[in-house]
């Protein structure tokens, strides 16, 4: 019999593996199958696992409640005539921290399994697991550090402007064409062809994806969410063009590889309109194959460029959205609500930079602008960060947030865990509707709190010098001025019937009245 | 027979006025009629004088070319038999200042009738003409010093928060209703009923018209364009209901009167969407009553509140538009000269200010910004202000440059006055086009200059540290770096081919390129 190992006792939601020896001769990502079927109570749960290189074979499981699990273990990994392994295991309740895969419940609406309410404050470092493990340790500190919840990356390389370096491994074996010397004008260089990569797209490289399991129970740990890209347009290896074969073998691998972690949300592109080898079909399969292959029904959507995905296939747990024009974007959550009935993520917004790319150089206010006009009309935002030091000779080889990771440098991430603690104070929850009653400004109120109880709002860019409201007479309100930028919170005391608040005239002001 | 008097000659474009004694006993209003038939050359055009009281009737004509005119002058106003008046008078040629009324021309622009391209830098004193004399002199002052060249403003008085007071005269016979202890909530009041007003709409009252001759012609004198609004919805009068019979007396009356200075634009409305008396039927028969009637074909559009007015029809000259959200405004100009094939004028982009209501209180940053939005892509943008001293008990009788006129006090005249300036230096004319090539700035282009010899980028609220070009090798510009905000132009010297060119990382820069 080969060599197993698995442990005994696993905590609910957290990663069970079994372990095992097996044939490592031929090709055994496409030649050998192994599988496990995993029994609690009445209920059981097939997953695929997956060859991790030198003869050795992983299942990986999930489970979701406490109690006794029994598996079974099957496939050719050992050969034609493997015998079936029996096994089981127990399961713990989850500890602290632990609650579980992020879930749509209430439509537009995301919780924790356990039904602890989840608000996304996401980020984006595309390329930060191919960077070096110096920076890639501080960008997980940066991250710890920050009021980040979310992080989206590429499982692929990136190629793009300020992304020339090669990624510290590939995913498949073989190799990259000879690229020396590139520069800006690169991107139009690998839109179309890409030349001198040689690539056997049947044979992964465990160690790459050996890095992505680490950096995803990295970010678990600290309960961040994992929002893994599985393609991306910005490529000069080829890897946005494999074909369907290549692609459907590529995905079965990260599902089976990583869907047994709680805080995977798939996203099967960046801007998949970009892409320009796969079409709509190509999506659609790629969509059903992941639903298909994951049974824990992670978060799944498509982020788009120009042109949103049709987020009202039934694949598609939420809109992944980017804004369409440097000019609008979080404003639309009610509408985007409205329309599609599932949770909106705002998972590009533009970014809080200065370099020379139009999407790349917001101020921190208007960064912060964007997130709590999202928040505030229920939907979720995702922060992103391009700021140069300097523009010198080096400025290529810049490390930006946005691809690298590395340190935070901008004004709104402080601003962001600000409006975080503020949302986390709303009676009854931190989820939030717009007040269709408020014309003039954002007026967010709580989805399950009784009406009128509790009103936050904001007024943007915008900086009215006073405010009145007009209340039943017996109506009080304990009323809070807040400097969303300075990040600070007055109480000028308590309010009834119809009053007037002095909001000061700035902009980036918010007030918020609690009914006592 | 009657005592007439004419003057021998008059200016090109000015207004020559016949004036003669008639019968007062009666309505002459309704009873009377006075028309002028003026010929020069094979020409001949007909106008509707009118009843200015005390017996006195007015024929007004503009004539549009130099040389000599005939007239005849007939009607009843001298009783039924009163026989035709014939004359004549000549013209001389336009004056330094005088360049006729304002045309549409190249289908999407305004020029002057001389030829001179015209770009309309407006803005708005709603209730200017119904305040003091001493305060309409004061914003005759303040008009003429600043970068503006029209101005909106209402023949009827307005009725709205800070707008309690009564106008300095009425436009009928009659009485208002006794509105004493006005405050905030009587908006409410009025929206439905009018208590209290006792008017005979058939009978004008000659002062207050012609306080409003003299007020257009004032601006005349100075350049501005006078944007009459004829209805408009905040009302406690019942001027904004007074029935079809009435509301088309008062049209041929204002045409009679107004049409022959130049500098006349027709507005049928203010928020024609928030009159409830008046259906599409009504806006459609008034606008074409005011084409008849207007032997000039001035301009003629109507202003919306949450809904375009249908701005293809064909009596409607441009798009007198309104931002139908808080965020979007003149970053939609290119959308809207291409949907309509007309000028695009933004009359109301929100104002500068910080009064409660959310579409008062914008930055000077944020009205500076939707000037250089709109103006770079060949639209025209118009300015407002809301802007209070305090909070304290007098804020509801404070003068708001919006409604009152008075003194301009924010920060975006002057800097209005640079984008003019600047716009003014623009080779072949001040008429941009946005550069279609141009995805992550707004870039216009001249209109009617050869192709690649001038960009004006903008960058708006958005900041990169530098920006790349790429020109062919023996192209060289002038590069100039504007801060918009600060006023200043700083030469960069020479740049050709491929070239960088730092911008610094704030907001509110722009770059000229100017081909040498």
Redesign the interface.
Known sequence: MRKADYPAQTEQWDVFEYRTEGISSGNPFVERTIRGSFRSGTREVKVDGFYDGDGVYLVRYMPDEPGEVSFTIDGNYGGDRTEPFMGSFSVTKATEGNHGPVRVQDRTRLFYTDGTPHLSFGTTCYAWVHQSTALQEETLASLTASPFNKIRFCIFPKHYDYNYNEPLTYPFEGTPGDTGGLD?SSMQRFTEEKPGNHWDFTRFRPEHFRRFDERIRDLMKHGIEADLILFHPYDRWGFDGMGAEADDRYVRYCVARFAAFRNVWWSLANEYDFIRSKKAEDWERIGRLVTACDPYGHLCSVHNGPTFYDFSRDWVTHCSCQGT????ST?QSAEFLDRYQKPVVWDEVLYEG??????????GE?MTRRFWEGMLRGAHVGHGETL?D??DEQ?DDAILWWSHGGRLKGESPERIAFLKKILKDVPGGPLLNQDPAC???VCGIPANAPAGSYYLYY??????????FHFPEDTVYRVDLIDTWNMTVTPLGEMSGNF?V?TG?K?WMALRLTRV
């Open positions: 800006r024009s440097r000019y609008r404003e200065n370099i020379d790319l139009g999407w790349g150089n917001i101020t208007e140069l300097a523009v400025v014309w003039d400004a007024f943007s860019f915008l900086r009215p010098l006073f405010r009145d007037r002095v005239g902009p």
